[in-house]
């Protein structure tokens, strides 16, 4: 008489990769990584698309490449394959190209792999029959996750459910009879919100800083406006943040905090991510077109560099860092231009030195974290970590340039159309320079978070020098 073990040692456990085996889609993943690296020969994925999607895999997997440990693996499924019976064959049966399916087997420990080459796309039907011509109807386990499973659930011996939210659990539990349901992903809100990076959006209030300093904010139609592009922005942002953190997925899964963002970690699905770029996009350009057209050109010319930034430009040392000071410098032309007034130079120029120093400050964090960790510096950046000190000395100078704008700007004749005692302005520029001190303290002893943002809206000091130079500017007003 046999046991259990031994009969399961006989049947091979043929396993799913995209959703099942990792908390993603190789295909979905590879296309990002071809847009990034080779944008160029991404436009040809529509004409591939014509010999059908087996194609279209095998000549995306021809030009990319993944790294299977990087990968967002499912855990209770990792820990279930380890537990059969010794010298029980495991099976990696996927509509992945052949190319990935065994690299990621080699990487797992596979014995055998079932995957799509240029011709054949080893999905639904097609798997089943693949998998029944080799171990015959009932011969094997299967562990799937989507519906497109149901007709290899169904020819398998025992139907194992991976990945599978409550309500899908139950509509495909109506078609199949589940031996083991493993890794229930019940997707919170909270995953899509922090996806969208809700706390970003402080960020958006430099908006309304052309509406205060040009002493429009009585005027109730402006401020309505201003608050409607802070919300464009915001969803414009946003969109471009859920984009980033597609292109940035194989370096954010080795980063020791930036692998628990959703989309890396695997909480939320490369599809769903997919379709909330567009509408994210989509809540910003309708709320645009309400407002005056150079708003909406802003937010064109934003999302246009973002994605300039995120393919290419931010593997160029200096250049990167400009860049994202200028995403700053943008929101406050945004503000401007909803108001229709003319941003003043004094406000351009101390905003792009500063928020240069702050951007400098996040790359400088950004590598003593990896310092820290013994990892490299991420790929496709143009920093190594011996230019840690450099980066220093210029963030800190950068930061110090800002406070000498701001004091010529105080002592310009243009300082008294707007404040009537403008010698109370002198005082910010010590708080000014005390605060950009301390961050950089901060970032030498590695207790700056990543983003400055980060670091300035939770520590008390800097919210309480905020707090002062509001009240300095009210004295002066």
Not at 20 to 27: F, M, Q, W
Not at 289 to 306: D, F, K, Q, R
Not at 409 to 415: L, P
Request: hydrophobic fraction near 50%.
């Amino acid at each position: 008489m046999h046991s259990s073990a031994d009969r399961d040692r006989a049947v091979p456990i043929a396993v799913d990769l995209d959703g099942t085996l990792i908390r993603s889609d190789l295909l979905v993943e590879s296309l990002c990584v071809l847009l990034k690296t080779k944008p160029l020969l991404a436009l040809l994925v529509p004409f591939w698309l014509y010999r059908g999607k087996a194609y279209v895999k095998a000549m995306i997997a021809r030009h990319t490449s993944l790294s299977p440990r990087r990968l967002p693996v499912s855990p209770e499924l990792e820990a279930f394959l380890a537990k059969q019976p010794a010298g029980r064959k495991k099976v990696l049966a996927t509509a992945s190209n052949e190319k990935f399916a065994r690299q990621v087997a080699s990487h797992f420990g596979f014995d055998e792999v079932i995957a799509s080459d240029a011709t054949t796309n080893m999905s639904g039907t097609t798997k089943r029959d693949a998998l029944v011509a080799r171990y015959g109807e009932g011969g094997f386990d299967y562990a799937g996750d989507a519906s497109v499973d149901i007709p290899v659930w169904k020819a398998a011996r025992k139907a194992i459910l991976v990945n599978a939210e409550p309500r899908h659990e139950r509509r495909l539990a109506r078609a199949v009879s589940f031996d083991t349901v493993l890794d229930r992903t019940a997707k919170s809100r909270l995953h899509y919100l922090k996806a969208m990076r809700i706390y970003q959006w402080v960020k958006n209030l430099l908006i309304f800083v052309p509406l205060l300093v040009a002493h429009k904010f009585h005027e109730p139609l402006l401020a309505v406006q201003s608050l409607m592009a802070f919300f464009a922005f915001c969803l414009c942002a946003s969109s471009v943040y859920v984009l980033n953190d597609l292109f940035d997925l194989p370096d954010d899964r080795l980063h020791p905090s930036k692998k628990l963002r959703p989309i890396a970690h695997g909480d939320i699905p490369i599809g769903h991510a997919l379709v909330l770029i567009p509408l994210l996009l989509l809540g910003a350009a309708i709320l645009a077109l309400m407002l005056p057209p150079l708003l909406g050109l802003t937010l064109l010319a934003y999302y246009g560099l973002t994605l300039l930034y995120s393919i290419s430009l931010k593997s160029i040392a200096v250049l990167d860092v400009q860049i994202l000071a200028s995403f700053y410098t943008l929101r406050l032309i945004a503000g401007a231009a909803v108001i229709e007034v003319v941003p003043s130079f004094w406000l351009l120029a101390f905003s792009m030195s500063l928020f240069l120093s702050l951007a400098l400050a996040k790359r400088y964090t950004g590598l003593l974290v990896r310092k820290r960790a013994g990892q490299k510096p991420a790929s496709r950046r143009g920093y190594t970590l011996d230019d840690m000190p450099l980066l220093q000395s210029l963030g800190v100078a950068s930061g110090y340039i800002s406070v000498l704008i701001l004091a010529l700007y105080v002592n310009s004749a243009e300082i008294g159309k707007f404040y009537q005692d403008p010698m109370w302005l002198w005082l910010l520029c010590p708080a000014v320079l005390y605060w950009i001190g301390r961050v950089w303290i901060y970032a030498h002893r590695g207790k700056l978070h990543d983003d400055p943002l980060i670091f300035a809206i939770t520590d008390r000091i800097s919210l309480g020098i905020g707090a002062i130079m509001v009240l300095i500017t009210l004295l002066a007003i």
